[in-house]
């Protein structure tokens, strides 16, 4: 990876804790997310908070209103991941403070789960996004062309 330290990534991962409890608190009076299973059912707009009966177990599929509380888990959980850190340690960045490093990591984790909440499936697990997974319907294969 180019231009990684161990302190650029701890400083983010720094960043990153400092910031989760404002988020969560955030997140928490958003509207609640569908409850995933055989159906989903659909869950009055006027609600302000999550069920307080959500268990460490309960699988849930994540709104596009809760797409940021969702980003920030992946955020922290690939703070120090080469891949996710590709786009972050470039020579042309090498200039920036970690506090922005930060934000371009989370607005491209942001960017994904919202893209994944529009047209795919984004599910967490207990009650404060403690695991998020994101899910994309594969398309069916195009017929093979002619040779």
Not at 31 to 45: F, K, M, R
Request: hydrophobic residues 40%; charged residues 20%.
């Amino acid at each position: 990876m180019i231009g990684k330290s161990t302190t650029s990534v701890q400083g983010m991962y720094d960043l990153a804790h400092s910031r989760t409890h404002t988020a969560m608190e955030k997140s928490s009076q958003t509207t609640p997310p569908l409850t995933a299973g055989i159906t989903i059912e659909s869950i009055s707009s006027t609600a302000s908070i999550r069920k307080p009966s959500i268990t460490a177990t309960d699988v849930l599929v994540v709104r596009k209103s809760e797409y940021k509380a969702a980003a920030l888990c992946l955020a922290e959980a690939f703070v120090a991941d080469d891949v996710a850190r590709y786009f972050i340690d470039t020579p042309d960045r090498a200039h920036w403070s970690e506090a922005e490093k930060w934000d371009l990591h989370l607005s491209i984790m942001e960017y994904l789960v919202l893209a994944h909440c529009m047209k795919g499936l984004v599910t967490t697990v207990g009650p404060n996004y403690d695991c998020v997974a994101l899910w994309y319907a594969r398309r069916s294969p195009s017929p093979p062309r002619p040779t």
